[in-house]
């Protein structure tokens, strides 16, 4: 077994017993946690993600069968023809097992951070001063990378993470730098990588899996094209000085709910009648919302084990209330619909940074 990485007091291990897959989940993982050394020996690892290969499962044949899409195997191991993937939780140890995929790495890391009774939600996090946590929940394309890396060039801010975040019911936020997803239009906000790395991004049909499709097209033909179809995973330690990335918990100080508002014509922040729960509720919706495509897999799951899918939303609720109860503030910030991701920048760092 051998260890790829150490997210906070996680460790992600892989069976190295097959050399050629393992360089090839290698290589898939880095869109996921290229960058993450940072970790590397700053805690003791507590908790384990075991990564194995899926030819382990391809000869049993005691699951029960949702047609189409999952088998439940005895020792509650769930397999997923939606997701390529299959796990098994475990006390401290979640295993999962897989011949290529590994886009569902963050769901199987939350089930260990929820043992500890830490969960994540969408958006973005800044400190300041390495101490208070500033936090923006939102849904994707709000102009929460625009903000971040403008955020970032000032002496006392540093990023604990864009798109997703983890939140402790002790009120404390925890870094998940995974890479940033930069399309063409944040070429204005990186010059300097993308100075240095020849990219060229080809406009074509505008869907998901098209372009998923594309990639993975290009890795099994061992196509050399090194052009951009949709967006750019870079490791914030590449566009980042590393003092930049904010290792440390910090305590959440500051929630700002962002959205984006057709009746706004300038940036509005207004912290009347929001609370904790309104919070909690837009939080948790969020981040369902943006982790849709792992839903089946997780109704599947509960289904099979004849479990209330409340077991799934409440310890989330929970964590999240009992965090966000201990913040100073909650704001709601609403962007006009049609403002670009620069101005949008510019606004949100003399609303939530005012005065740095």
Same mark, same amino acid.
């Given at each position: 077994m051998k260890q790829l990485y150490q997210i906070h007091n996680i460790g992600v291990f892989i069976d190295d017993t097959d050399k050629a897959w393992m360089e090839h989940i290698i290589g898939n993982l880095k869109v996921q946690?290229?960058?993450? +050394?940072? /970790?590397?020996?700053? @805690?003791?690892?507590?908790?384990?993600?075991?990564? %194995?290969?899926?030819?382990?499962?391809?000869?049993?044949?005691?699951?029960?069968?949702?047609?189409?899409c999952s088998y439940f195997y005895s020792g509650a191991i769930m397999r997923s023809e939606y997701s390529g993937v299959a796990y098994q939780d475990g006390e401290k140890t979640v295993t999962v097992?897989?011949?290529?995929?590994?886009w569902y790495a963050p769901y199987l890391l939350e089930m260990l951070f929820l043992k500890q009774g830490i969960t994540?939600?969408?958006?973005?996090?800044?400190?300041?001063?390495?101490?208070?946590?500033?936090?923006?929940?939102?849904?994707?394309?709000?102009?929460?990378?625009?903000?971040?890396?403008?955020a970032a060039k000032k002496d006392r801010v540093s990023l604990l993470g864009d798109d997703l975040i983890l939140?402790?019911?002790?009120? +404390?936020? /925890?870094?998940?730098? @995974?890479?940033?997803?930069?399309?063409?239009?944040? %070429?204005?906000?990186?010059?300097?990588?993308?100075?240095?790395?020849?990219?060229?991004?080809?406009?074509?049909?505008d869907n998901m899996y098209f372009k998923r499709g594309i990639r993975k097209a290009k890795k099994i033909l061992h196509i050399e094209d090194k052009s951009i179809y949709s967006y750019l995973t870079v490791p914030p330690v590449k566009l980042f000085p590393s003092d930049k990335i904010q290792i440390n918990p910090v305590k959440l100080d500051d929630?700002?709910?962002?959205?984006?508002?057709?009746?706004?014509?300038?940036?509005?922040?207004?912290?009347?009648?929001?609370?904790?729960?309104?919070?909690?509720n837009f939080a948790l919706n969020v981040i369902l919302h943006e982790w849709d495509v792992g839903l089946k897999i997780v109704l599947n799951y509960h289904a099979q084990q004849f479990k209330d899918i409340g077991e799934y939303i409440d310890p989330r609720r929970d964590i999240l209330k009992e965090a966000f109860s201990k913040a100073k503030s909650i704001s709601c910030v609403d962007i006009p619909e049609k403002m670009p991701?620069?101005?949008?920048?510019?606004?949100?760092?003399?609303?939530?940074?005012?005065g740095i």
């Amino acid at each position: 077994m051998k260890q790829l990485y150490q997210i906070h007091n996680i460790g992600v291990f892989i069976d190295d017993t097959d050399k050629a897959w393992m360089e090839h989940i290698i290589g898939n993982l880095k869109v996921q946690f290229d960058g993450f +050394e940072i /970790y590397n020996g700053i @805690r003791d690892i507590e908790y384990k993600l075991i990564i %194995k290969n899926m030819k382990e499962l391809e000869d049993r044949n005691d699951a029960i069968v949702v047609p189409e899409c999952s088998y439940f195997y005895s020792g509650a191991i769930m397999r997923s023809e939606y997701s390529g993937v299959a796990y098994q939780d475990g006390e401290k140890t979640v295993t999962v097992w897989t011949s290529d995929e590994t886009w569902y790495a963050p769901y199987l890391l939350e089930m260990l951070f929820l043992k500890q009774g830490i969960t994540f939600v969408h958006g973005a996090s800044v400190a300041v001063d390495n101490n208070s946590g500033k936090l923006i929940l939102a849904f994707g394309g709000i102009g929460k990378t625009c903000f971040i890396a403008n955020a970032a060039k000032k002496d006392r801010v540093s990023l604990l993470g864009d798109d997703l975040i983890l939140v402790s019911k002790t009120g +404390e936020l /925890y870094s998940y730098p @995974r890479p940033f997803c930069l399309y063409e239009y944040h %070429k204005a906000l990186f010059p300097q990588y993308f100075k240095q790395h020849d990219v060229k991004y080809v406009h074509i049909e505008d869907n998901m899996y098209f372009k998923r499709g594309i990639r993975k097209a290009k890795k099994i033909l061992h196509i050399e094209d090194k052009s951009i179809y949709s967006y750019l995973t870079v490791p914030p330690v590449k566009l980042f000085p590393s003092d930049k990335i904010q290792i440390n918990p910090v305590k959440l100080d500051d929630i700002f709910i962002m959205r984006r508002n057709q009746a706004s014509d300038t940036v509005r922040i207004s912290m009347d009648g929001y609370n904790v729960t309104m919070a909690t509720n837009f939080a948790l919706n969020v981040i369902l919302h943006e982790w849709d495509v792992g839903l089946k897999i997780v109704l599947n799951y509960h289904a099979q084990q004849f479990k209330d899918i409340g077991e799934y939303i409440d310890p989330r609720r929970d964590i999240l209330k009992e965090a966000f109860s201990k913040a100073k503030s909650i704001s709601c910030v609403d962007i006009p619909e049609k403002m670009p991701a620069a101005e949008v920048s510019k606004a949100l760092n003399e609303v939530i940074l005012e005065g740095i």
